[in-house]
């Protein structure tokens, strides 16, 4: 159940919400100082396309690292149930990954494997979208910051129930 619970909910859920507080936050606050401080106008002034040059690849990088950072999740969190369950609480070592094998199969892994994208997608996408669009001073960038935070954390949840009643 535990390797289960990891694939299927916990991993892309929990690596999705850390990776928004962690580098959303960080995103949305460059992104926002570079609005504030005019970067971003400068920009197209010398005729290259901000949202190109500036967005694309933090989407893209968001599509690569939350499935590769939700699936180094799952093997930490999976390694951490072995050591509970074998080292701490006696159960055969053996018994623990036959329960992973016969209970667990590639629909399963897949399931979390598209919830990793479908997060990368939304984080990036919203963190972007509220530094990019944050008001031309301090006060907009640090709003601008805890909104794509907030707004990413309640759509990760929501877009999980989704997935989850859709793909399930």
Known sequence: MV????????????AALMIAARAGSAMAAELGSMQATEQIDALTVMAINPVQYLVSPRVLAGVISFPLLTALFDVIGIY??????????????????????????????ATGFYKALVFGVVVMWVCCYKGYNAERMATGVSRATTEAVVLSSVLILAFDYFLTSVLL
């Open 3 to 14: 390797a289960l619970t990891l694939v299927r909910e916990l991993g892309p859920v929990l």
């Open 80 to 109: 951490a149930g072995y050591v509970i369950g074998v080292g701490l609480m006696g159960a055969p070592a053996g018994a623990y990954f036959n329960g992973i094998t016969s209970n667990m199969d590639s629909h399963d892994i």
